[in-house]
């Protein structure tokens, strides 16, 4: 439903990785006067290889479309690198990627 892109870029001592969800993320600010019910995501996470590397627990103060990074320093060529997120309304989407 919203598409999720990652990037994984190549550093002097690690990989960098980006997420980009393309997620309206509406707090709900206007939903008592007929507005939207508040949408946006609450947790992000990034798996090396299967294992939790980084949990990010957002909120409705972030920006719409959020790009969220993270860095890796024992990440070699070959491993793999996923990330995935939910949202209050239940929506969920992911993005993987291969080290070069």
């Not at 939903?31 to 946006?40: D, K």
């Not at 209050?88 to 992911?94: A, T, W």
């Amino acid at each position: 439903m919203y598409p999720t892109r990652l990037k994984i870029l190549p550093r002097d001592t690690g990989i960098e990785a980006h997420c980009e969800v393309l997620h309206p993320m509406y707090s709900g600010k206007h939903s008592e006067e007929g507005g939207p019910s508040a949408n946006y995501i609450t947790q992000l996470v990034f798996r090396l290889n299967g294992s939790i590397h980084a949990e990010f627990f957002l909120g409705k103060f972030v920006s719409k479309h959020p790009v969220i990074g993270t860095f890796f320093e024992n990440a070699t060529s070959g491993d793999q690198i996923e990330v995935s997120w939910q949202d209050i309304s239940g929506n969920q989407g992911q993005a993987s990627g291969t080290v070069e």
